[in-house]
C-alpha cells in the first residue's frame, strides 16, 4: 500500500478535528475534536514506521524497532489521561456554572456582567478586590471601620 492513503486520510481527519475545535462551542465536542487530532498523528506515526521499517528492511534485515509504534502507544495513554482529566474540569463547571458553553465561560472569566448582573459578576456588590466578601461592604466602609456599608 502506498503511503500517500493513510496521509491523505490522516490530514482529512487533522483538519475535521482543527475545525472541530474552532467551529464548536460545547467544552465536550471540543474534546472530542481534539482526540480527533491526535488520533490523526497516530495515524500518521504508524504509517510512517510501517513505511520506514519496509524501506530500512533491505538495508538492515535484523533492525525492527518501530520506534513510531511505541510513540504511538505512548500518545494512546496521554490521550487516555488528558480525555480523563478534561472531563473532569468540563463536569466540575457544569455542576457550578450550568452551562459546559466556552463562550459563556469566557465572559464569565473575563468579569464581565453576567446575565445583566451590573456590579462586574460578584455577588457582594462590591469592586471584587482583595477583602471583598460577604461580611466586607467594599472599600469606602473599610476605611471608616463601618461594617454595615453607610459612610460617615
Not at 509504534?69 to 494512546?76: C, H, R, V
Not at 495513554?77 to 459563556?104: F, H, M
Request: hydrophobic residues 50%.
Amino acid at each position: 500500500m502506498h503511503l500517500a492513503y493513510p496521509a491523505v486520510l490522516s490530514a482529512l481527519l487533522f483538519c475535521t478535528g482543527v475545525y472541530g475545535v474552532l467551529a464548536r462551542r460545547n467544552a465536550i465536542l471540543v474534546l472530542m475534536s481534539v482526540e480527533l487530532m491526535l488520533n490523526a498523528v497516530n495515524l500518521n506515526l504508524v504509517a510512517f514506521d510501517a513505511w520506514l521499517s519496509r524501506t530500512a528492511e533491505a538495508a538492515l534485515p535484523h533492525d525492527t524497532l518501530h520506534a513510531g509504534q511505541a510513540l504511538t502507544l505512548f500518545t494512546i495513554a496521554i490521550a487516555a489521561a488528558e480525555i480523563g482529566i478534561g472531563l473532569a474540569i468540563v463536569l466540575a463547571v457544569y455542576r457550578n456554572r450550568g452551562t459546559a458553553d466556552i463562550d459563556r465561560l469566557r465572559d464569565t472569566a473575563e468579569g464581565g456582567p453576567v446575565d445583566g448582573d451590573v456590579d462586574g459578576g460578584h455577588a457582594d456588590g462590591g469592586d471584587g478586590g482583595p477583602g471583598a466578601g460577604p461580611d466586607s461592604a467594599g472599600p469606602a466602609a473599610a476605611a471608616t471601620g463601618d461594617k454595615t456599608g453607610a459612610a460617615a
